[in-house]
């Protein structure tokens, strides 16, 4: 194929005719993602678009538009709910969500690396993987439960042993600790599935090489493993800066941004103003924002992390 | 047989040309119905309302909340089965074949504004929703409800008399369905109210043999109450219904007592989001010093509340579990405590009232009764329906008048325990104690309150007063920002009611 385009091309003369004449000849491949790309251009971009214009504007979602250039980006980093609680409960929550993202499924996929008996690897690895069935929701919700001051089990446990029972979620100064705790013990099924698959895509040869040459396990972790996963630890974090930027499920589902703001995120406000409140205006500007600052977290990263040791699989 | 091979190039072609006619099927127009409505504006003529077309089909979706039959196909043994409003819906059929009633299951657990929001947007409302109203007043103006008013002042045919379809309705019921704006946007059918429901047996347990009657009475049970060892109140400060807004409700009933009508222009013996936001620009609401006494209130029963109360609590389970002694309740979950009655001995207390002790202006033995029109039957219809199916409105406004005969109203309140607000339409013996007598009814569930997300905030500073040491001045000063900024959020999504 790459042959038959070098050949026509010079034929043809300008790019533009040469790109035009390719289209032609191939017309039904555009038409067969021609649904693909209107379906994204609709639900996908021109509401991204339609929203960084209407950050510009009050708009109830109704009536239309008027235009009020920056004052709800103002509004935004000048109101003391938006721009202090929740900026710093999602910085909070984003630098915990990617530590504990990155490592404790990390360290579960390096145990699991190191069993040598392929029946009990497969077993602890079914074991890890297998809370991915339990729906979302039902988990959040058993947590909320355990959580409960007065009748859940977590206050059961702390007076059978006589200690003070607490309010947890429900308390102002708990509540966002107690949401980071849920989810113990923190290993992610398909996070696990990606750095396992990353251990597993490590050349044997150069790890056998590293034995002969004496490295212990700890050894072999951090100075052959760990670099050569670098990949998967990006793409692990760079998905979780995004979803800890966008997420508002706890918020949503277990504490509506409370106990007196303690817990509430740029997420949850943004769906508040539009919804609860009708200012779609102000919730597109918050949406902005968090595009710009996901965006640039992204390019950050992709910076940052770069593994210097590159290797052939297979 | 015939065979023919095409190659991999065609094949792709005449899949593209398939995708490509798919494509243009699926974005062509839908054809227009041969009857299509010629006009674009509402039938204004309410005597339409009876000549509902009898050859058209139609299908009539209704969010009937608190009268939706139950769902035979997904009840479960011990679920309490209601007839709520199918008896009607079957009889209509013999009155209006062409019409069938189709229940709407409103999705369990979802936010009632924010759904409504959705739907009102996306135009794909059921033709009749539940809401309280005041929740619907700061959106009214967009469009999310239509104008009853001329159907509201018209005869109502499938009623004894001549009377306007109206004036059926208790004035409660009736003044509740008037916007800002002087429009009926609804109809109103039961009502209900509150009252606190007590575990006997704790109070006795602890040495309240009498139930108290007056606030300092009431404070002092508490003390006995938590030195037996049980949660004297049960309620919380997060968003479930009702401990925050119920206390509101009541309490500002006595502490505005002679003054609380002031603000009240336009007569409903409520001062709505509209007036609110006026006599704030005016400068002469809220009384700040009423808030201010109702904070201190909070805050005297802090101790008595379970532990979390600033989030969400299960206090209604813990009740029932004999771990709490008393919370606020509706006269709809009479009937449930009939069917399914906890494991000990409860009875209905009246607010206790508040006196001079607590605040000079409270009259003297005067009940405050949170008695309003939010029971489960208040209906409205999306606003939008004049451009989108002008035809449809009379046929769902001559449901909504036979749906207001006594005969259905009656038993609809019944099985839930709800108070009619029809002529004629008696409410059950059982709820009794919820009907009897008082002095000011609260008509909604809170006064001086502008909006949702503005009580929102208004109870996130309670409950950070209540919890704390928050001075007075402090809390008046953050009072003031939290309106501030609703009263700027409501006059920007309502101009019109800048003064």
Same mark, same amino acid.
């Given at each position: 194929m790459a042959e038959m385009h070098a050949v026509r091309s010079p034929r043809r003369g300008s790019a533009f005719r040469r790109v035009a004449g390719e289209m032609r000849s191939r017309w039904y491949c555009y038409v067969m993602i021609a649904g693909t790309y209107a379906l994204l251009i609709t639900f996908a971009y021109y509401p991204a678009v339609s929203a960084v214009y209407h950050s510009f504007t009050i708009w109830d979602g109704f009536r239309p538009p008027t235009w009020v250039g920056f004052g709800n980006y103002h509004e935004i980093f000048t109101d003391k709910t938006i721009f202090r609680s929740a900026f710093k409960n999602m910085a909070l929550l984003g630098v915990w969500q990617v530590v504990r993202a990155a490592t404790f499924p990390l360290l579960g996929a390096a145990l699991l690396y190191r069993i040598k008996s392929e029946k009990m690897a497969y077993f602890y690895r079914l074991l890890f993987v297998l809370p991915i069935v339990v729906p979302w929701v039902v988990a959040v919700q058993v947590w909320k439960n355990l959580y409960e001051?007065?009748?859940?089990?977590f206050n059961a446990i702390l007076k059978g042993i006589g200690a003070t029972p607490q309010a947890f979620l429900n308390s102002p100064k708990q509540a966002l600790a107690s949401l980071m705790f849920m989810g113990f013990p923190w290993i992610d099924g398909v996070g696990l599935l990606i750095y396992l698959a990353g251990f597993l895509a490590i050349p044997l040869e150069v790890i056998e090489a590293s034995i002969v040459d004496g490295a212990n396990s700890w050894t072999r972790f951090w100075k052959m493993e760990l670099p050569l996963i670098v990949p998967q630890i990006r793409l692990i974090v760079i998905l979780n800066v995004i979803g800890a930027f966008q997420n508002f499920g706890w918020q949503l589902l277990v504490t509506r941004g409370g106990p007196?703001?303690?817990?509430?995120?740029p997420g949850w406000e943004m769906y508040h103003q539009a919804i609860n409140s009708g200012r779609y205006g102000v919730a597109s500007a918050i949406g902005t924002v968090l595009f710009v600052m996901i965006f640039a977290l992204t390019l950050f990263n992709q910076a940052m992390i770069k593994s210097d040791v590159e290797y052939q699989a297979g | 047989m015939f065979e023919k091979k095409i190659d991999r190039r065609h094949a792709l072609r005449l899949m593209g040309l398939t995708a490509a006619g798919a494509m243009a099927a699926a974005c062509t127009p839908k054809a227009e119905p041969t009857? *299509?409505?010629?006009?674009?504006? *509402?039938?204004? +003529?309410? +005597?339409e309302a009876t000549k509902a077309p009898e050859v058209k089909e139609w299908t009539l979706i209704f969010? *009937? +909340?608190? *009268?939706t039959p139950t769902d035979m196909e997904t009840a479960q043994e011990g679920d309490v089965i209601q007839q709520g409003l199918q008896p009607a819906a079957d009889d209509y059929k013999d009155v209006k074949p062409g019409v069938t009633i189709e229940w709407y299951r409103f999705p369990q657990g979802s936010n009632r504004t924010e759904w409504l929001n959705a739907r009102i947007a996306a135009q794909d409302c059921p033709d009749m929703y539940w809401m309280n109203a005041d929740a619907l007043w700061p959106h009214v103006n967009k469009g999310w409800a239509l104008d009853f008013t001329e159907y509201a002042k018209s005869p109502n045919p499938y009623m004894p008399g001549n009377k306007n379809w109206e004036d059926y309705i208790d004035f409660v019921g009736r003044t509740s369905q008037i916007g800002p704006d002087g429009k009926v946007y609804g109809i109103n059918l039961d009502g209900a109210g509150v009252l606190w429901i007590v575990n006997r047996d704790a109070y006795d347990k602890a040495g309240v043999t009498e139930l108290p009657k007056t606030w300092s009475e009431f404070m002092a049970g508490n003390e006995k109450l938590k030195e037996s060892g049980i949660v004297p109140i049960g309620g919380d400060f997060s968003q479930q219904c009702c401990f925050t807004h119920w206390t509101h409700g009541h309490v500002f009933g006595w502490l505005a007592w002679d003054n609380i009508y002031d603000f009240d222009d336009d007569g409903d013996l409520y001062v709505t989001t509209k007036e609110m936001a006026e006599y704030y620009q005016r400068g002469e609401f809220p009384l700040w010093e009423e808030f201010t006494r109702l904070a201190e209130l909070f805050r005297e029963q802090e101790p008595y509340l379970?532990?979390?109360?600033q989030g969400e609590v299960a206090y209604r389970d813990m009740f029932r579990r004999g771990e709490v002694a008393a919370y606020m309740e509706g006269n709809w979950t009479v009937t449930s405590f009939i069917k399914d009655p906890p494991p000990f001995e409860y009875t209905w207390m009246n607010y206790p009232q508040l006196t001079k002790a607590e605040w000079p202006g409270c009259p003297d033995d005067k009940k405050v009764r949170l008695q309003g029109p939010w029971g489960g039957m208040q209906y409205h219809v999306p606003g939008y329906l004049p451009e989108t199916d002008p035809e449809r409105i009379p046929v769902i406004m001559d449901w909504l008048m036979f749906i207001t005969q006594p005969k259905y109203v009656e038993p609809a309140c019944a099985e839930r325990g709800t108070v009619p607000m029809v002529e004629g339409a008696e409410a059950m013996p059982e709820i009794a104690p919820f009907t009897a007598p008082y002095?000011?009814?609260?008509?909604?569930?809170?006064?001086?309150?502008?909006s949702a997300p503005a009580y929102e905030s208004e109870r996130a500073l309670l409950a950070e007063y209540a919890g704390s040491t928050m001075s007075n001045d402090e809390l008046v000063s953050r009072g003031k920002e939290v309106w501030e900024e609703e009263v700027k959020n409501l006059l920007e999504s309502n101009p019109d009611w800048t003064i």
């Amino acid at each position: 194929m790459a042959e038959m385009h070098a050949v026509r091309s010079p034929r043809r003369g300008s790019a533009f005719r040469r790109v035009a004449g390719e289209m032609r000849s191939r017309w039904y491949c555009y038409v067969m993602i021609a649904g693909t790309y209107a379906l994204l251009i609709t639900f996908a971009y021109y509401p991204a678009v339609s929203a960084v214009y209407h950050s510009f504007t009050i708009w109830d979602g109704f009536r239309p538009p008027t235009w009020v250039g920056f004052g709800n980006y103002h509004e935004i980093f000048t109101d003391k709910t938006i721009f202090r609680s929740a900026f710093k409960n999602m910085a909070l929550l984003g630098v915990w969500q990617v530590v504990r993202a990155a490592t404790f499924p990390l360290l579960g996929a390096a145990l699991l690396y190191r069993i040598k008996s392929e029946k009990m690897a497969y077993f602890y690895r079914l074991l890890f993987v297998l809370p991915i069935v339990v729906p979302w929701v039902v988990a959040v919700q058993v947590w909320k439960n355990l959580y409960e001051p007065n009748i859940g089990m977590f206050n059961a446990i702390l007076k059978g042993i006589g200690a003070t029972p607490q309010a947890f979620l429900n308390s102002p100064k708990q509540a966002l600790a107690s949401l980071m705790f849920m989810g113990f013990p923190w290993i992610d099924g398909v996070g696990l599935l990606i750095y396992l698959a990353g251990f597993l895509a490590i050349p044997l040869e150069v790890i056998e090489a590293s034995i002969v040459d004496g490295a212990n396990s700890w050894t072999r972790f951090w100075k052959m493993e760990l670099p050569l996963i670098v990949p998967q630890i990006r793409l692990i974090v760079i998905l979780n800066v995004i979803g800890a930027f966008q997420n508002f499920g706890w918020q949503l589902l277990v504490t509506r941004g409370g106990p007196m703001n303690a817990t509430t995120v740029p997420g949850w406000e943004m769906y508040h103003q539009a919804i609860n409140s009708g200012r779609y205006g102000v919730a597109s500007a918050i949406g902005t924002v968090l595009f710009v600052m996901i965006f640039a977290l992204t390019l950050f990263n992709q910076a940052m992390i770069k593994s210097d040791v590159e290797y052939q699989a297979g | 047989m015939f065979e023919k091979k095409i190659d991999r190039r065609h094949a792709l072609r005449l899949m593209g040309l398939t995708a490509a006619g798919a494509m243009a099927a699926a974005c062509t127009p839908k054809a227009e119905p041969t009857a *299509a409505p010629a006009a674009t504006k *509402a039938p204004d +003529a309410p +005597a339409e309302a009876t000549k509902a077309p009898e050859v058209k089909e139609w299908t009539l979706i209704f969010d *009937a +909340a608190g *009268a939706t039959p139950t769902d035979m196909e997904t009840a479960q043994e011990g679920d309490v089965i209601q007839q709520g409003l199918q008896p009607a819906a079957d009889d209509y059929k013999d009155v209006k074949p062409g019409v069938t009633i189709e229940w709407y299951r409103f999705p369990q657990g979802s936010n009632r504004t924010e759904w409504l929001n959705a739907r009102i947007a996306a135009q794909d409302c059921p033709d009749m929703y539940w809401m309280n109203a005041d929740a619907l007043w700061p959106h009214v103006n967009k469009g999310w409800a239509l104008d009853f008013t001329e159907y509201a002042k018209s005869p109502n045919p499938y009623m004894p008399g001549n009377k306007n379809w109206e004036d059926y309705i208790d004035f409660v019921g009736r003044t509740s369905q008037i916007g800002p704006d002087g429009k009926v946007y609804g109809i109103n059918l039961d009502g209900a109210g509150v009252l606190w429901i007590v575990n006997r047996d704790a109070y006795d347990k602890a040495g309240v043999t009498e139930l108290p009657k007056t606030w300092s009475e009431f404070m002092a049970g508490n003390e006995k109450l938590k030195e037996s060892g049980i949660v004297p109140i049960g309620g919380d400060f997060s968003q479930q219904c009702c401990f925050t807004h119920w206390t509101h409700g009541h309490v500002f009933g006595w502490l505005a007592w002679d003054n609380i009508y002031d603000f009240d222009d336009d007569g409903d013996l409520y001062v709505t989001t509209k007036e609110m936001a006026e006599y704030y620009q005016r400068g002469e609401f809220p009384l700040w010093e009423e808030f201010t006494r109702l904070a201190e209130l909070f805050r005297e029963q802090e101790p008595y509340l379970p532990l979390g109360y600033q989030g969400e609590v299960a206090y209604r389970d813990m009740f029932r579990r004999g771990e709490v002694a008393a919370y606020m309740e509706g006269n709809w979950t009479v009937t449930s405590f009939i069917k399914d009655p906890p494991p000990f001995e409860y009875t209905w207390m009246n607010y206790p009232q508040l006196t001079k002790a607590e605040w000079p202006g409270c009259p003297d033995d005067k009940k405050v009764r949170l008695q309003g029109p939010w029971g489960g039957m208040q209906y409205h219809v999306p606003g939008y329906l004049p451009e989108t199916d002008p035809e449809r409105i009379p046929v769902i406004m001559d449901w909504l008048m036979f749906i207001t005969q006594p005969k259905y109203v009656e038993p609809a309140c019944a099985e839930r325990g709800t108070v009619p607000m029809v002529e004629g339409a008696e409410a059950m013996p059982e709820i009794a104690p919820f009907t009897a007598p008082y002095d000011r009814a609260v008509p909604y569930q809170s006064w001086a309150s502008l909006s949702a997300p503005a009580y929102e905030s208004e109870r996130a500073l309670l409950a950070e007063y209540a919890g704390s040491t928050m001075s007075n001045d402090e809390l008046v000063s953050r009072g003031k920002e939290v309106w501030e900024e609703e009263v700027k959020n409501l006059l920007e999504s309502n101009p019109d009611w800048t003064i």
